[in-house]
């Protein structure tokens, strides 16, 4: 939630709404909404959550969606934004109807449960693992079984609500149709083990989405002819919210005498036969040629003519690199990318002047700290440079004006939309804007167009069930209309000519061309197409169109001739939804709500719409909304000892306020364990105050007359307090951080009793505390890419000062800088190859003591509590932790990564087992740390290790991403064992083999 502007909170019956101040005027029809949701689905899903369901709404992304979660409380976040014409979620109207019933029925879906997991979740809430194996246990056995469903059970039972319970939903759009309608024709279809949202190829993560949603939809068909069971999916729902952790494999068997594996199975047959018999029907007529110019990798939006119409521009999203504007030259008929300027492939618009010199393409971006909207980019071809236009305005949808002095575009804000023109030169500046239109609440404006003599402007105009293009008069103002259709119409487009228009719509299920001959003609289809045809551009000479067509593989580039697109002697056939809706749902939904609808279409009559209710709302505090979220005993092995004790967490709704807090004790030398972080992120900069208490080692640091060396142990309590600036961009984040760490250190007596009584050589062991002042900038740009077993591109910099004083009331006055650079540079030869260069330097003055200013060595750990401001440990494999420190530090280190085998799929469609890829990292890391006065040449040396790691990246239990490995690492320079050691002292082998778990992507 937004930190920039006051919220408020009110209630129903059943939800607790906490939203934007210029939200207001939206939240009557949001509480009719939500509470309409719990009416239909609670009976429907046979679950009644147990409290009041917290719904977050804000108007800060330019894009609608929603998420829903019950971690640690049912929770919906909702986006006041619509979606981008094209996209699998957008439908104009009421879409906000369809986005609640679907993030509602994951609440209910995702919270039910009985038995043993609803025990323990009343014990200790819903439990999130603290790093240790009993605290993950726990937290599985804790969870509702719903929420540990696969993605594509999860999902389709949600777009079987938005569907079933609405005129709207993705079971009943076009674009989904499509999307499920193409695999079957070039037989590429999806087994049940690839339905996941990491699918790094297309459709991505809608293969979830659509696959789950047609195999529910199968269930539900099935259940009806078979059994008379209309609330099949309720039985679903029910069925698994009564089973334990994974064990609900067999959970459909009693409704429809299957499994839910062979369920995903039937489904397909299923579709394969629905859509084979619609591949039939629109193949009964000869077929617009659509030649695909792009690579199948390549997905491909909103395409523009250069200004000779020898070049294609447009925006590509490929599966190994960042999205930017493509350039497709015709002649050489070679696609390439244009690197400076940046893109959003789903939701970016590009727009030409007359003179198809200049392109204006919008782009989402962090405005502030938390505002996710559109910026205002311009690409030069002539020139190769890209622009920041403005900043300002959250523009949607440009269009440029034949002059080229003009902008016209769609702004959604408040829950509203309107059209509106700005001079180009002063775009950003809302003093110089015109609104030329203002949609009626409930309704849709997307895709304005210049005619080509600037003096006439169409936009779209829509709502739930119709679409209307309309035409402004920019001399007059009069509004009128068009076209008026019971389907959705999208990016109206002037020949150069000025003759006619052509435009898209799905009137027969497909999403075809159409075109309306000026000033009044009879509107015909030029295009006849088996998969879409999408986002034309007319070249120059207006003998040409740029479409983005649509076959299995995605979105490609492809070109007609204008002469040849006649309209066709036939009528288009025409695909109908196929959604089973029961009889009782289909009446009841076919019509939006009374208080939803507008008999005002036209944007210059004044609304019929009823008057909102007045809500009785108060400002939202956040520290009295803190609630505790969980505790959880954890119970883990680390450095020869066992750990254990309790954790818990509080927080408030919008996560606003944060609280961590772990307590325990460890089995080796007695002590006491601890730590606990408070964070505020309510305004801006970020607060965070911290501490923690347990052991820290040195490996052989204390070294006696005869050469006998010995690890330092002692115990650290540390506290202290922050203040976080974060600048956040959509590629980027540059964080700056400020604050004071109070660290007492004391021996610990037991582990000294080692080398109690004999003649050190090592003096100076420090017992005291710190008090100290620290500054910290990190600064990370990289990206990682479908297949990636790396970050690819970019890179991660930080660097930390901190000043310790006796006058701020510790034992020691000293000064240490760190600084870190990590470049990510992609390998040209193959995809999703990448060479990581490291370099670590670090630097301190003042008083030194025997653990001195830095320590070198150590594999890192899984998970640990690290108190902010400077790291004095740099990791370097091979070697035990401290193996050298001192007042310098120098960390060279190079790794080469690299996928080997790819997956992508689970066992099968139940099981919580995802397999993404195996990839390995050939590595070097080489280090010194040193004061300047070493007695030994161990001191003096630099240490050099070389390995290899093989990862298997994973899925585990569904949320779990992580990626086991095996590695081999070669230390040429670790220390000779004490006098009268063991020559098989494993503590000191050059060669070792270790255990590696990373993150799927590999830090």
């Known amino acids: ?118 025990f323990l979740n009343a014990i200790f809430g819903r439990v999130m693992p603290a ?96 059994n008379g069971q209309p609330d099949l999916p309720g039985n679903l729902s029910d069925d698994v919210a009564h089973s334990f952790l994974y064990f609900f494999d067999n959970c459909a068997k009693p409704a429809l005498g299957m499994t839910f594996n062979r369920m995903t199975r039937a489904a397909l047959v299923q579709a394969q036969s629905c859509q084979q018999e619609r591949i039939r029907r629109l193949q009964s007529h000869p077929l617009t040629p659509l030649t695909r110019l792009t690579p199948g990798a390549l997905q491909v939006a909103d395409p523009q003519f250069g200004a000779d119409g020898s070049a294609v521009f447009f925006a590509g999203h490929p599966e190994a690199g960042r999205d930017v504007l493509y350039r497709y030259d015709r002649t050489t008929k070679r696609v390439q990318r244009v690197e400076g300027a940046r893109v959003d492939f789903d939701s970016t618009s590009l727009a030409v002047p007359e003179d198809h010199e200049l392109i204006y393409y919008t782009r989402l971006n962090v405005i502030g700290r938390d505002r996710i909207w559109n910026e205002l980019h311009c690409y030069d071809p002539a020139k190769q440079t890209q622009t920041l236009v403005t900043r300002e305005g959250r523009y949607r949808f440009p269009a440029i004006a034949p002059d080229g002095r003009i902008l016209a575009a769609v702004r959604n804000e408040g829950g509203r ?44 105009l829509a709502n739930d069930a119709h679409s209307q293009l309309r035409n402004i008069d920019l001399d007059t103002g009069n509004d009128t209309l068009l076209v008026d259709w019971p ?84 009528p288009l056939p025409e695909l109908k939804p196929d959604w089973p809706s029961l009889p009782r749902d289909a009446e009841r939904f076919k019509q939006s709500p009374a208080w939803a609808v507008t008999t005002a279409l036209a944007t210059n009559a004044p609304s019929k719409t009823n008057t909102p209710d007045s809500v009785v709302s108060q400002p939202y505090n956040s520290l009295s909304g803190v609630r505790l979220d969980y505790w959880t005993p954890w119970l883990t092995v680390a450095n020869g000892a066992i750990e254990g004790g309790l954790a818990s967490a509080c927080s408030d709704y919008t996560q606003a306020q944060n609280i961590f807090a772990l307590a325990g004790a460890e089995s080796r030398w007695g002590t006491p364990l601890g730590a606990l972080v408070y964070q505020y992120s309510g305004f801006y900069p970020i607060l965070t105050a911290f501490g923690n208490y347990g052991p820290e080692s040195y490996y052989d640091l204390v070294k006696d007359r005869s050469g006998y060396l010995y690890d330092y142990n002692e115990k650290v309590g540390q506290a202290g307090g922050m203040v976080t600036l974060p600048r956040v961009r959509i590629d980027s984040r540059a964080d700056f951080s400020f604050g004071w760490q109070g660290t007492d250190r004391k021996v610990i007596p037991k582990s000294a009793e080692d080398y109690a009584g004999r003649p050190l050589v090592t003096s100076n062991l420090f017992e005291g505390t710190e008090s100290a002042l620290f500054a910290q900038m990190t600064f990370f740009n990289a990206t990682s890419f479908g297949r990636s077993a790396s970050f690819e591109d970019g890179r991660a910099v930080s660097a930390t000062i901190e000043r310790a004083d006796k006058a701020f009331g510790g034992d020691l006055s000293q000064t240490r800088v760190l600084g870190q650079w990590v470049e990510y540079v992609p390998v040209v030869w193959a995809d999703n190859h990448v060479l990581r260069l490291e370099g670590v330097g670090a630097a301190g003055q003042g008083d030194e003591t025997a653990q001195s200013f830095f320590g070198l060595g150590g594999y890192g750990v899984v998970q640990q509590v690290a108190s902010p401001g400077l790291n004095r440990s740099v990791i370097l ?36 087992l995802y397999m993404h890829q195996l990839f390995g990292e050939l590595y070097y890391e080489g280090g010194h740390a040193w004061s300047g006065d070493a007695t030994g040449a161990l001191d003096a040396c630099w240490l050099n290790a070389v390995g290899f790691e093989l990862n298997l990246s994973l899925t585990l239990f569904r949320y779990a991403q992580i990626a086991p490995g095996l590695g081999v690492v070669y230390a040429f320079d670790r220390k000779d064992p004490n006098p009268g050691a063991s020559g098989d002292d494993v503590e000191n082998q050059k060669l070792q083999l270790y255990l590696s778990i990373k993150a799927v992507v590999n830090f």
């Open 1 to 118: 939630m937004p930190v920039y502007e006051d919220l408020r909170r009110t209630e129903s019956a059943h939800f607790i709404y906490i939203y934007q101040v210029s939200l207001g005027p939206q939240i009557p029809p949001l509480i009719r909404l939500s509470e309409e949701a719990y009416d239909l689905l609670t009976p429907a899903l046979r679950w009644t959550p147990r409290g009041k369901t917290a719904i977050l709404y804000a108007d800060t992304m330019d894009e609608h969606n929603g998420s829903a979660w019950v971690y640690p409380r049912p929770t919906i976040l909702l986006y006041a934004a619509g979606s981008s014409p094209g996209s699998t979620i957008y439908e104009p109207g009421l879409f906000l109807r369809r986005t609640v019933l679907h993030e509602y029925a994951h609440v209910l879906s995702m919270d039910a449960q009985y038995g043993a997991d609803a």
């Open 877 to 912: 494999r091979g070697y035990n932790p401290n193996s050298q420190v001192g007042r310098y530090l120098v960390k060279a280190g190079a790794a080469y990564r690299f996928p080997m085998m790819s997956y992508y799929r689970g066992a099968d469609a139940t099981l919580p």
């Open 131 to 226: 790093g240790d194996f009993l605290s993950l246990v726990l937290a599985a056995c804790a969870a509702p079984p719903g929420f540990l469903a696969p993605t594509w059970y999860l999902e389709g039972l949600s777009i079987w609500a938005e569907t079933e319970f609405s005129s709207s939903g993705r079971g009943r759009t076009s674009v989904a149709d499509m999307i499920m309608r193409m695999p079957f024709a070039d037989q590429r279809v999806l087994s049940a083990s690839r339905w996941d949202l990491a699918l790094p190829e297309w459709p991505y993560g809608n293969a979830a989405y659509l696959y789950g949603m047609k195999t529910i939809e199968y269930a539900q068909a099935l259940s009806a002819q078979t």
């Open 487 to 570: 389907c959705i119409i999208i990016t109206p487009l002037f020949h150069p000519s000025g003759s006619n228009l052509v435009f898209v719509a799905d009137r027969n299920g497909v999403y075809n061309l159409y075109r309306f001959p000026l000033p009044f003609g009879e509107v015909l289809a030029i295009t006849h197409a088996l998969g879409g045809v999408f986002t034309p551009d007319f070249s120059p000479d207006g003998r040409e169109l740029a479409v983005a067509a649509y076959d299995s593989r995605g979105y490609y580039l492809s070109l007609l001739n204008v002469e040849s697109l006649s309209p066709p002697s036939f």
């Open 417 to 460: 939309f309107s059209l509106l023109e700005v001079p180009l030169a002063q775009a950003g500046n809302r003093r110089a804007e015109t609104i030329r239109a203002l949609a009626p609440p409930f309704h849709s404006i997307v895709d304005p167009a210049y005619a080509p003599d600037g003096k006439h402007l169409v936009y779209v």
